[in-house]
């Protein structure tokens, strides 16, 4: 048991586990993650790399943060830190409380006070007496002990954190028409979850109510929301808005607002045979007034046929705030293209043997769903990170042990960091308490 707790706390074995948190780290920023990716994103990364691609998959590098091999890394870390952390606690205390016989690496005088008079002045000016057994110790910010300890234990806080969300978090998008309702239970576009994750299913409905975009004068997206209700709840006309830089938090879960969003168009197909069918068609938004947005639908039609959209905001392309979106439809089969037709709201086309009518256009937007258990604690575990680097810079702790001298005592002051910073002090207290420099370290 010994040498597996000294294996854990090695230098080697610290560095170790470092570098593969770290490497992990590199590799999600790397190489695209598949839950945050867009598909069209991915797809590319994956014909730019041929020879990364295929490894990527094998090593889940697309789902890196949520596979048993970073979960593992993560598991051994909080072994080495909460080892390391009860070993810095123990130094602390041990440093704070227990009885010393000498003050090293720091300076002395002599004073004529009694040992009694020098502490009751001491402590007047900020000095607490800390250990009672052997000689007096005072010292000044105490506290500045437990600087290294609680580094340790916000970083093994976070990581304890981080391990919790890796193994149990959950997470899943949809792309949601107005006027449409995900029901709990039906199929996400895209899902994720970690090691002991359950499947993701949401608490209860819910129904995008309106997508709100809005532009710079350079076209550039300048802000994204979207209205969204709970058709369950004790009051389904209460809408909520989820925007690209606000959180929508409803039962537990963090509501994200995605940044791809669109217009959905509702065509009517006529078959060659006769059949009718209803095609709705999501299609990313354009990214200037004279710039298309783009489309393609493999299946759409069946067989060898390819369907491709293609779309403008303002069919006069001169806005993207103005909206009176003009579609073009083109079938493809067998890679031959059989011809195209662009269609307005209510206007008939047809490519081929193929008729269509544009029944309405709506807009589309991606929301993001995240169910976290431990990001609080990652918080937290930040929060004491800083207060230990104040204490551990800010709180350097100056001990001061008090030994019987020729009609007084000796008084052996040092700071225990950053010494240099505190030579003021020193000369003051020699003032304070009438001392005479005696130089023997």
């Known amino acids: 048991m010994e040498a597996l707790k000294r294996l854990f706390l090695s230098r080697r074995t610290v560095i170790v586990l470092i570098g593969l948190t770290l490497a992990a780290i590199a590799i999600g920023a790397l190489v695209p993650q598949a839950f945050i990716t867009p598909a069209a994103d991915l797809a590319a990364w994956r014909a730019a790399h041929p020879q990364l691609a295929p490894w990527a998959d094998r090593l889940g590098l697309h789902n890196v943060f949520t596979t048993p091999a970073f979960a593992a890394v993560l598991f051994l870390s909080?072994?080495?830190?909460?080892l390391s952390t009860v070993e810095q606690c123990r130094s602390s205390w041990r440093r704070t409380f227990a009885p010393v016989r000498e003050v090293n690496a720091g300076q002395a005088f002599a004073s004529p006070l009694s040992i009694e008079e020098v502490a009751r002045r001491l402590q007047k000016l900020g000095y607490f007496r800390v250990a009672h057994g052997g000689m007096p110790r005072l010292v000044r910010h105490p506290w500045g002990y437990w600087g290294n300890a609680l580094l340790h234990l916000g970083i093994l806080a976070a990581i304890v954190a981080s391990l919790c969300i890796t193994l149990t978090q959950q997470q899943g998008i949809i792309h949601l028409v107005e006027g449409e309702t995900h029901q709990?239970?039906?199929k996400w576009l895209l899902s994720d979850r970690g090691v002991l994750g359950r499947e993701f299913v949401l608490p209860e409905a819910i129904r995008l109510e309106r997508v709100y975009a809005r532009f710079w004068p350079t076209h550039g997206l300048k802000a994204l929301?979207?209205?969204?209700?709970f058709p369950a709840s004790g009051n389904p006309l209460e809408s909520r808005t989820v925007a690209t830089n606000s959180v929508l938090q409803h039962r537990g879960l963090r509501i994200y607002q995605g940044t791809e969003f669109g217009h959905a168009f509702h065509a009517?197909?006529?078959?060659?045979?006769g059949r009718k069918d209803v095609l709705e068609l999501?299609?990313?938004h354009p990214l200037a007034p004279d710039r298309p947005g783009y489309g393609e639908f493999p299946s759409a039609l069946g067989g060898d046929y390819l369907l491709r959209t293609k779309y403008f905001v303002d069919e006069e392309k001169k806005s993207l705030s103005r909206e009176a979106p003009l579609l073009v439809i083109r079938v493809d089969e067998g890679g031959r293209e059989l011809g195209q037709v662009p269609l307005r709201v209510g206007e008939r086309g047809a490519v081929g043997e193929f008729r269509f009518r544009l029944l309405s256009v709506s807009k589309w937007s991606r929301l993001i769903f995240v169910n976290l258990t431990g990001i609080s604690g990652v918080f937290s575990g930040f929060f004491i990170i800083v207060l230990g680097s104040i204490l551990h810079y800010f709180a350097a702790p100056r001990e001061i042990l008090l030994q019987p001298g020729n009609g007084g005592c000796r008084v052996a002051w040092r700071a225990v960091k950053f010494a240099g910073f505190y030579?003021?002090?020193?000369?003051?207290?020699k003032r304070e308490l009438g001392g005479e420099t005696n130089n023997n370290g």
């Not at 929301?225 to 209700?229: C, D, I, K, R, W």
């Not at 009517?268 to 045979?273: A, G, K, N, R, W």
Request: overall charge negative.
């Open 423 to 429: 030579d003021d002090e020193f000369a003051q207290l």
């Open 78 to 82: 909080c072994i080495s830190l909460g």
């Open 225 to 229: 929301a979207s209205t969204v209700s």
């Open 282 to 284: 999501l299609i990313k």
């Open 268 to 273: 009517e197909v006529t078959y060659p045979s």
């Open 184 to 186: 709990p239970g039906q």
